[in-house]
Nanobody, 120 residues
Framework: QVQLVESGGGLVQAGGSLKLSCAAS????????MGWYRQAPGNQRELVAT???????DYADSVKGRFTVSRDNAKDTVYLQMNSLKPEDTAVYYC??????????????WGQGTQVTVSS
């Protein structure tokens, strides 16, 4: 019903920058919260950043001041600008969205994940 397609991952040196994008498509009435999570090998999936439909943001302490989450509601797209990257930011990054197919129903969707690798 709804697909989330991520792009922008890759390999970067420590101190570098990457920008992730995630576009939603399908049966969409409105998208409420959107966000990014990440999972490193052997670790649980953890929240990186979220943004509400009104633009209120929240960040994990480990990325505050370095990462910026934003969204384009006209394009149903969420972004994650990552600056001053560190090797410990290496993980698979997943897009998440709470999507309403109508006024009454909402579901949580995940993207397929995009690998971010930061070399020291």
């Amino acid at each position: 019903q709804v697909q989330l397609v991520e792009s922008g991952g890759g390999l970067v040196q420590a101190g570098g920058s990457l920008k992730l994008s995630c576009a939603a498509s399908g049966r969409i009435f409105r998208i409420d919260n959107m966000g990014w999570y990440r999972q490193a090998p052997g670790n649980q999936r953890e929240l990186v950043a979220t943004i509400t439909g009104g633009g209120i943001t929240d960040y994990a302490d480990s990325v505050k001041g370095r990462f910026t989450v934003s969204r384009d509601n006209a394009k149903d797209t969420v972004y994650l600008q990552m600056n001053s990257l560190k090797p410990e930011d290496t993980a698979v990054y997943y897009c998440n969205a709470r999507v309403r197919s109508n006024v009454f129903d909402s579901n949580n969707y995940w993207g397929q994940g995009t690998q971010v690798t930061v070399s020291s």
